[in-house]
């Protein structure tokens, strides 16, 4: 669509922040820059190295800058990431290669950075795992800007933005973020991103609504257009017509009156009409999260992904990198239990220098556990400083893809060991720390009642539970409609390990997405799951749906449930319950088809 005609369009991304706003464009040139080939004569060589390391002398030097203003505004969780970049920057390895690229090909610095940086695209692009392979956007970032450097172009600042603006850009790098003075960038709009991409990350701990993964928004999009972004939906609208800016008006108010209204329930208990208790808890990914949790009025950390101490670096973090993160979580969360999950990465690859071997099939390969139990001096590490953290709150370890009894045992071994050498040294450690397993393969589901007599907790992981019993590959769009949370067969799966675990005296929670959306809440009420763990952002939700049903009702939606055949009706049921209970609100709230995915 050319640009002149300002005729409404609709662009359909993922909404992050679930906040709508309607303001003006801001169209940030952050336009790919292609690397030009050259071939040098042999007398430039010297001086094209020494062009080189200036362009990523001055990349550092910028980055070091974004960081500087990132810690002032204490936005700690965030700054890791430009850390991530700056070690790029200092990698012997990527800088070294590169220069010696250039000086045996005679090449100039551009078109060598690329053969480098494309060795290591390509290992990121055999992760099957999609927040690890969006990681590959840090090289992306990094690349760019040692371009901008090299070639004088300088990076468009966005400090220097004086009014209220919607940022719409191809792409947004953390050090861009980190230039936004908050009070002006009011949401942005990105082509790039998924909902784990650093970008969706950053507008969430930065509470920034946003859509990213709009694939065309700066093909639309010009500076001065109106747009409307939906972080709801994920819809961003661009030039709407006075009648459909009236509607979103609306909609901003009649949202805002929900989170005014949804606010009240920040210290009431998550407990039914009839006095039944849910325990809601808050997803982590970083420790500056923790603020927002607290806000929320979660009853602790009910997953904490610590897979981001690992990544974007070129070392693997070290027993006090660990246990300093994990003990400001569990200090920051007391006296409230936080769940420390082990890591939980989809392919190790990325670990350059482990050099481990590339898998087909990652997602149903060396993953999470089984990483762990073949790298038992990894695994140690974080053992050790879990154990640590657990003398100053209360921590509940958490071991991911667990498949069958025999890996608990042998996770139960190490940790022996390690509870040894602690008490050896006089470390202090909660000898009764609580050990729980994912849920979340299949043969585990199956087996729930067997697995319930080693651990002390489960927690149904229905990410991958649904990936793996529905064969639906979750980063897969072409199947992603598949993806049915309400599925017979994951209710079926559901309903049988709470009463496997309930048979057996310990308690089960749920923390994937499945867990935080509300239309499932009556069900999950009713399958009887102990404890929910979501994004902060949908714990009043969920909190008040649960509030407004008794036990009794849930039970019965689910029992009616589970005489039905297809999703599909089961969803109409659930449906019909939701428009009973909430007749004003049904359509804002529940109107869009969740996908677990
Ligand atoms: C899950 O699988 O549901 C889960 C919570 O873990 P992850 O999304 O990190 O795989
Ligand atoms: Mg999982």
């Not at 795992?129 to 966005?158: A, M």
């Not at 909609?251 to 805002?256: A, G, L, P």
């Not at 990198?321 to 920051?332: I, L």
């Not at 199947?479 to 310990?506: C, D, F, S, W």
């Amino acid at each position: 669509m050319p640009r002149e005609q300002k005729k409404t369009q609709f662009i359909k991304g993922i909404g992050v922040t679930p906040q709508i706003i309607v303001g003006k464009a801001y169209l940030v040139d952050r336009g790919k820059i292609e690397a030009p080939a050259k071939v040098l004569p042999e007398n430039q060589v010297r001086w094209e190295v020494e062009r080189f390391r200036a362009a990523v002398e001055e990349s550092k030097k910028q980055l070091r800058e974004a960081k500087e203003k990132l810690l002032h505004e204490d936005a700690v969780g965030p700054a890791y990431i430009l850390d991530a970049h700056l070690l790029l920057l200092e990698d012997k390895n990527l800088i070294e290669t590169t220069v010696e690229t250039i000086k045996q090909s005679w090449i100039n610095s551009e078109w060598a950075l690329k053969i480098n940086l494309d060795r290591v695209r390509k290992i990121f692009n055999s992760i099957d795992d999609e927040y690890l392979r969006s990681r590959k956007t840090d090289l992306d970032y990094i690349e760019q800007r040692i371009l901008r450097n090299l070639l004088g172009k300088g990076t468009e600042s966005l400090s220097h933005i004086k009014e209220e603006v919607i940022i719409v850009a191809h792409d947004l790098s953390p050090a861009d973020t980190a230039q936004m003075a908050k009070d002006k960038i009011t949401a942005f709009v990105t082509d790039m991103g998924g909902k784990t991409s650093h970008t969706a990350i950053m507008a969430r701990s930065l509470e920034i609504p946003a859509v990213v993964g709009s694939e065309t928004g700066t093909h639309y999009i010009n500076t001065g257009d109106t747009l409307i972004v939906d972080g709801v939906t994920g819809v961003v609208v661009v030039n709407p017509s006075p009648e459909i800016v009236q509607e979103y008006q609306d909609r901003v108010r009649s949202r805002q009156k929900i989170e005014r209204e949804l606010f009240q329930y920040r210290d009431l208990p998550a407990e039914t009409l009839d006095g039944y208790r849910v325990n809601l808890l808050a997803n982590i990914e970083l420790v500056g999260e923790i603020p927002s949790v607290l806000e929320h009025g979660a009853e602790g950390i009910g997953l904490y992904r610590t897979e981001y101490l690992y990544l974007n670096r070129k070392d693997l973090p070290s027993e006090e990198e660990h246990f300093q993160a994990y003990r400001t979580v569990v200090e920051g969360i007391t006296p409230c239990p936080a769940v420390i999950r082990t890591l939980d990465i989809g392919g190790d690859k990325f670990i350059s220098h482990l050099d481990l071997a590339e898998e087909m099939n990652p997602a149903m390969g060396l993953r999470a556990i089984r990483f762990s139990l073949k790298e038992r001096d990894i695994f140690k590490v974080q053992l050790r400083a879990m154990l640590r953290a657990s003398a100053y709150g209360k921590v509940k370890m958490l071991l991911p893809m667990i498949s069958g009894v025999s890996e608990i045992r042998e996770v139960k071994k190490i940790l022996n060991e390690v509870r040894l050498s602690l008490t050896a040294e006089r470390v202090p450690y909660d000898p009764k720390i609580e050990i729980g397993i994912m849920m979340e393969v299949p043969s585990a589901a199956t087996i729930a009642d067997i697995l319930a007599k080693e651990v002390d907790f489960f927690s149904i992981g229905t990410n991958d539970l649904i990936q793996y019993t529905l064969a639906i590959d979750r980063v897969n769009e072409y199947v992603t409609h598949l993806y049915e949370p309400l599925h017979p067969a994951i209710l079926r799966l559901v309903k049988q390990m709470v009463k496997a675990a309930h048979n057996a005296g310990i308690k089960v929670a749920m923390c994937g997405e499945m867990a935080g959306e509300p239309l499932y809440v009556p069900i999950l009420v009713g399958l009887e799951l102990d404890e929910l763990s979501m994004n902060v952002f949908s714990i009043f939700g969920v909190k008040k749906i649960l509030r407004a049903y008794t036990l009794r009702e849930c039970t019965e939606l689910v029992d009616a449930s589970l005489q039905l055949s297809t999703p599909e009706e089961i969803e109409g049921l659930v449906r019909d319950s939701l428009k009973r209970k909430f007749p004003e609100e049904f359509r804002e709230n529940f109107s869009s088809k969740i996908s677990g995915n």
